[in-house]
């Protein structure tokens, strides 16, 4: 091997050992691409509401009590990355998933409104302009035969001066046509996000 490409090999090994990847950028020179930041995390066995409980169910015939959840809020470069794990849920069955602006509560109604990153001047929200998955955070989920799924919503935009408190589940996928525009049905459960320890 020349001697020349030593140099070369040791910084590729250097940005290795760091934990970062290099890809060219428009010039051909090497970029770092950082890797996302975990924010905000939520999550637990749904039971009835108790103070200090982070997964609550709200109606266990639709969301069993012992089901569990994640949710995981990630910062990227291009912006926000939400992700929905769910286990013990009903079987092939698709439940509408969104942020909220609340945390958890005893009643569903507890966490407000759907997260915005543009607010809507009227409230509830169904105007598509507002209700939507670029400017909402949407995580509808379909389960497997055996009660899993998982979601994940990306929207080009950061939380970086407010930020969502809980994710709620509801009962049926959500709908995007004008006038019922991010609603979907009874709130059947809700889990509260906080920031990671």
Request: proline share 8%; with cysteine.
């Amino acid at each position: 091997m020349p001697a020349r490409a030593l140099p070369m090999l040791a910084a590729v090994a250097l940005l290795s050992a760091c934990g970062q990847s290099t890809s060219p950028a428009a010039d051909g020179s090497p970029t770092s691409e950082a890797k996302p930041t975990v924010a905000l995390r939520g999550g637990g066995t749904f039971a009835a509401f108790a103070p200090g409980t982070t997964a609550i169910t709200y109606n266990p015939a639709l969301l069993p009590g012992g089901a569990s959840a994640e949710v995981v809020v990630s910062t990227t470069a291009e912006g926000v990355r939400t992700e929905l794990k769910v286990t013990g849920l009903l079987p092939s069955r698709t439940y509408g998933a969104h942020a909220h602006v609340k945390p958890c509560g005893e009643k569903g109604d507890a966490a407000g409104p759907h997260f915005q990153h543009k607010a809507d001047p009227v409230t509830p929200s169904v105007d598509p302009a507002f209700a939507n998955d670029d400017n909402e955070i949407w995580l509808d989920v379909t389960t497997d035969a055996h009660g899993a799924g998982s979601s994940t919503s990306t929207v080009d935009w950061g939380i970086a001066d407010r930020r969502p408190a809980s994710v709620v589940l509801h009962e049926t996928a959500t709908h995007a046509h004008a006038g019922q525009a991010g609603t979907a049905g009874a709130r059947l459960g809700c889990l509260t996000l906080a920031s990671p320890a």
